[in-house]
């Protein structure tokens, strides 16, 4: 069983920064397409960004454009979302995947991680 293991989540004030990390079990995973996907009480998973197996190609929903950066180590099998100027509706399980379907389908999927960002 493929098990991604997300870290970093917390409870931050408005403004603040938070880093989330996702652990890939090995390095089959250093040739996927990885994302994060916050899911908010009452609404369905959405994509907030993804970066190709290199690094070189990353994709931003809209309303994170400027304030969240996705980033990946592969000798570390690492996957990385620094979020900054982070608004109350920001807080949600934040979900990492790997091993892109389509734009809202992956194959692998994390436990999730908790983000609380209060006003």
């Known amino acids: 069983q493929v098990q991604l293991v997300e870290s970093g989540g917390g409870l931050v004030q408005a403004g603040g920064p938070l880093r989330l990390s996702c652990a890939a079990p090995?390095?089959?995973?250093?040739?996927?397409?990885m994302a994060w996907f916050p899911k908010a009480p009452g609404k369905e998973r959405e994509f907030v960004a993804s970066?190709?197996?290199?690094?070189?190609?990353?994709y931003y929903e809209d309303s994170v454009k400027g304030r969240f950066t996705i980033s990946r180590d592969n000798a570390k099998n690492t996957v990385y979302l620094q979020m900054n100027s982070l608004k109350p509706e920001d807080t949600a399980v934040y979900y990492c995947?790997?091993?892109?379907?389509?734009?809202?389908?992956?194959?692998?999927w994390g436990q999730g991680t908790q983000v609380t960002v209060s006003s």
């Open positions: 995947a790997a091993d892109r379907v389509d734009n809202s389908d992956y194959r692998y």
């Open positions: 090995g390095p089959t995973f250093s040739r996927s397409t």
């Open positions: 970066i190709s197996w290199s690094g070189g190609t990353t």
